[in-house]
């Protein structure tokens, strides 16, 4: 009954959700916020999101590009013969020194969060609906390091809310 109870209630949020509102998954691994807009205009605000933090983006991985180079050779076709659920798909890589100094001197472990990455895609089945997020950084349970990757996320967070203002 649970289970249902829990489907029904993420069904009825999907579909009261109105266009142009931004909605928010919280996963376990990761935390997404998808907006209406270009995909090339919240790209570009979310590397500045980055660059005004006096960060440098070190690597764009452009994922959606390589799923399509790639998926003759995995054998890979959407349900719908596509060869990627996305009409585009980029992820930014980045670090803070300050931040992973903090981190890793709570414990060496830590170096399991670098390169940060956030991630901005649009899939083929919602074209304008813009999802923009990050992975979530997993602690142990020491409660420096919670405290250290609680700053990174903080980080991550903002980064994110401002590139879908």
């Known amino acids: 009954m649970k289970f249902t109870n829990m489907i029904a209630a993420a069904l009825l949020t999907l579909f009261l959700a109105t266009p142009g509102e931004s909605a928010v998954e919280n996963g376990i691994g990761y935390k ?9 205009t919240i790209l570009f605000e979310l590397k500045n999101a980055i660059i005004d933090r006096g960060l440098k983006i070190d690597y764009e991985g452009y994922l959606q590009e390589m799923l399509e180079r790639t998926s003759q050779a995995a054998g890979s076709v959407t349900a719908a013969g596509n060869k990627t659920p996305y009409l585009n798909a ?3 890589q980045f670090c803070s020194a300050k931040l992973t100094h ?25 074209p ?14 020491s409660i420096i390091s919670r405290k250290a990757l609680a700053k990174v996320e ?9 590139a879908v203002k």
Not at 106 to 125: D, H
Not at 129 to 139: E, Q, T
């Open 32 to 40: 997404s916020i998808s907006t209406e807009g270009s995909f090339e």
């Open 90 to 92: 980029r992820f930014l």
């Open 102 to 126: 903090e981190v890793v001197s709570a414990n060496p472990l830590n170096i399991a969060i670098c390169p940060y990455v956030v991630f901005i895609y649009e899939v083929r089945g919602r």
């Open 128 to 141: 304008g609906v813009i999802h923009v997020g990050y992975r979530k950084p997993i602690s142990d349970r």
């Open 154 to 162: 903080a980080l991550l967070d903002g980064i994110v809310a401002d």
